[in-house]
C-alpha cells in the first residue's frame, strides 16, 4: 500500500509563517500524477487548498493565493507547502493528497488517490 507521511503542522501566531511536508512511500506499482494538500475546518466541507502535477502545474485556493506556495521533490515523492502570512481562518486539518496510477501484473492501470492521516494548524491571533 502506499502511505502519506505528513508533518510541520502545530501551533502559531497569526502574520507568521509555518511548512508542512509530506511523503510518500509503499507500492512501487504506483506513479503519481500529482500530490497536494487539502484542509478542513471545523464544521465544514474539505477544499483543496494547493496541488501540483508531475510536469509542475500548480493550483491553488483563491483564499491562499500570494501566501501559500506548493513545490514537491519528485525522486523523494514528497510535496511541501510553505505557509506564510497566516491568518485564524487557515487553521484545520490539513490532509496530504496524493493521485496517481496503480500498475497491475498485467502493464494495465487504474487511477487512484491516497490521504494521509491529517495535520492540526491552529493560528491564533
Known amino acids: 500500500q502506499v502511505q502519506l507521511v505528513e508533518s510541520g503542522g502545530g501551533f502559531v501566531q497569526a502574520g507568521k509563517s509555518l511548512e508542512l511536508s509530506c511523503t510518500a512511500s509503499?507500492?512501487?506499482?504506483?506513479?503519481?500524477?500529482?500530490m497536494g494538500w487539502y484542509r478542513q475546518a471545523s464544521g465544514k466541507q474539505r477544499e483543496l487548498v494547493a496541488s501540483?502535477?508531475?510536469?509542475?502545474?500548480?493550483n491553488y485556493a483563491d483564499s491562499v493565493k500570494g501566501r501559500f506556495t506548493v513545490s514537491r521533490d519528485n525522486v523523494k515523492n514528497t510535496v511541501t507547502l510553505q505557509m506564510s502570512s497566516l491568518k485564524p481562518e487557515d487553521t484545520g486539518v490539513y490532509y496530504c493528497?496524493?493521485?496517481?496510477?496503480?500498475?497491475?501484473?498485467?502493464?494495465?492501470?487504474?487511477?487512484?488517490?491516497?490521504w494521509g492521516e491529517g495535520t492540526q494548524v491552529t493560528v491564533f491571533s
Open positions: 501540483i502535477t508531475s510536469t509542475g502545474s500548480t
Open positions: 509503499g507500492s512501487r506499482r504506483f506513479s503519481i500524477a500529482a
Open positions: 493528497h496524493a493521485a496517481g496510477h496503480l500498475y497491475s501484473d498485467y502493464g494495465g492501470y487504474v487511477g487512484i488517490d491516497y
